[in-house]
């Protein structure tokens, strides 16, 4: 399209929103970022002495369960090009940078015996870029990527993790304390126990149906708390940064006003959100897990809950282990009440016992799982103030995918501007405290068992090409205009730049 033509789809697309969108104005101590995460873009897999982890292994062996056998082998090579990556978010505008550490690039072996200087070097240089470009870094100390070693002994369902897992902690606040002042222990707890320990769809692939999930989730709880102890009690005072854990969740909408569906979609936002958050706020699981798990567990014979319990002391080692909650959302579900499971094989899915599904006439992504609703956030960011004792909220990651990661995405535009719409009136309308945004993604990238098929990058990276060029989709200039005018409905944004 020309010039003139571009700006007045542009344009149209803007007004076709203009009435359901917010005009309100982000508050200046707002901030914005784009995320990413060190499997999924940095490569170099088995350069400088990073050693195996999870991913590289899951991918390596079992190429079968990912689309087109993809890995992330290369990824976008950021490990080699992450001066052109901080370049592209100078281009965006924003705030800071979300990345990953990767756990066997600083501890080869997973265990915090001997630090690999150049793995270490590569952050070092990545935040020195980033804060010479005036950007501040933002780190995830875990998005999924487990040293191999600690997965031959059990990898989440083991207890040790919970010291080492501190120790890595630990590793970082003291190789990078000073320069970064935001720390997110776990990136989406619930993906890596359900999926990695549960339904053996990513790393490691284990199918635990019934007990695998709840015990990951039991070590990853504590290992988090430790964590936050380490830092509170030994970083906190001169460093002076902050520390939480990302959750995510869709929101669950009750699919009619009926109170056994009502009472559903409550306990599948308990089952998905509270099973993390709950303990970090209150000290222990909600309520309703509890007695579910335990009643499930004694029918089928168990002699105690599947669900794991925690000591009164680890109760209060837990509780407040955060100075703010990150939040991943994307899309919303529709929850109906289902009957009461029958007594079988032992499962998460069957101690949660409701019915999800979506609306077909939602607009869809490219991911399965991802439907535009975007007054689901606003819902969701409103049940969390008032359940969760009105907590800083840190939306640390949201984004559209498509197949084509075509230059032209106008629907990432429409999704993004919808979204952002939403968390505006949140903040403005309904007083909930979110300070940041996150997009995802700042470029296309390997999404895990769907490899390089679903794309949600603001910047298009050439995975054909040895050089991985990025060029940057119509999204950039979108979201660089808000970023800049701190607003959403403005026809001319494009001209703005
Ligand atoms: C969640 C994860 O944190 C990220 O790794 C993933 O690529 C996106 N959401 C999209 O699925």
């Given amino acids: 399209m020309k010039a003139p033509a571009v700006l007045w789809f542009y344009c149209v697309l803007f007004l076709r929103n203009t009435n359901a969108l917010s005009n309100h104005t982000f508050p200046t101590w707002f901030k914005f970022g784009a995320a990413t995460a060190s499997y999924q873009v940095e490569g170099a897999w088995n350069e400088d002495g990073k050693g195996e982890n999870i991913w590289d292994r899951f991918t390596h062996r079992n ?20 001066k052109q990556d901080v370049q592209l978010l100078k281009q965006l505008g924003v705030d800071f940078y979300r990345f990953s550490i990767s756990w066997s690039r600083i501890l080869p072996t997973g265990y915090p015996d001997q630090v690999n200087k150049a793995g270490a070097q590569y952050y070092k240089n990545l935040i020195k870029e980033l804060k010479a470009n005036n950007i501040e870094p933002y780190v995830t100390i875990y998005h999924w990527d487990l040293p191999q070693p600690l997965q031959e002994i059990g990898g989440w369902l083991n207890d040790k993790l919970v010291d080492i897992f501190a120790e ?9 304390g000073n320069d970064v002042k935001h720390w997110f222990t776990f990136n989406e707890p619930r993906q890596i126990c359900y999926e990695g320990y549960g339904i053996g769809e990513k790393a490691p692939g284990l199918k635990l149906p019934g007990t ?8 990853l709880i504590k290992s988090h708390a430790k964590a936050y102890h380490v830092y509170q009690e030994n970083f906190k005072e001169k460093q002076g940064g902050k520390l939480g854990m990302v959750v995510d969740t869709d929101w669950y909408e009750p699919a ?15 089952f998905r959100w509270g099973w993390y958050v709950h303990p970090l706020v209150f000290g222990n699981y909600p309520k309703i897990m509890i007695e579910r798990v335990a009643r499930r567990s004694k029918l089928e014979g168990f002699e105690v809950s ?14 407040g282990t955060f100075d703010f909650l990150g939040f991943n959302q994307y899309s919303t579900s529709l929850v109906k009440h289902r009957p009461e499971p029958e007594i079988g094989i032992p499962s998460y899915d069957n101690d949660m016992g409701t019915f999800i599904y979506r609306d077909p006439t939602w607009e869809r992504g490219a991911s399965d799982w991802l439907y535009v609703v975007p007054w689901g956030i606003g819902k969701a960011l409103k049940w969390i103030k008032s359940n969760y004792g009105d907590p800083e909220i840190i939306v640390t990651e ?24 939403s968390i505006l009136d949140a903040i403005h309308e309904d007083g909930v405290k979110v300070t940041r945004y996150t997009a995802w993604s700042l470029m296309d990238n390997f999404e895990w068992y769907s490899g390089y098929t679903e794309k949600f990058g603001l910047f298009h990276v050439d995975f054909q090409s040895k050089h991985r060029t990025r060029k940057a989709k119509k999204s950039v200039d979108f979201y660089r205009n808000v970023i800049k005018s701190r607003k959403l409905n403005k026809c001319n944004s494009k001209t703005d730049s």
Wanted: net charge negative; with cysteine.
């Fill in 63 to 82: 190429s079968s369960r990912i689309k087109n056998h993809a890995n992330g082998d290369v990824a976008c090579d950021s490990y080699h090009k992450y």
């Fill in 168 to 176: 890595y902690a630990r590793t970082l606040f003291s190789l990078y």
């Fill in 212 to 219: 695998g999930p709840y015990k990951c989730a039991h070590v």
């Fill in 256 to 270: 009619t006003s009926h109170p056994l569906d009502r009472e559903a979609a409550e306990r599948t936002l308990q």
């Fill in 306 to 319: 599947r669900l794991p319990t925690f000591t009164s002391e680890e109760i209060n080692y837990i509780k």
């Fill in 398 to 421: 949201n984004g559209f995918s498509d197949h084509d990661g075509t230059l032209e995405d106008y629907k990432r535009i429409d999704y993004l501007q919808s979204y952002l719409s």
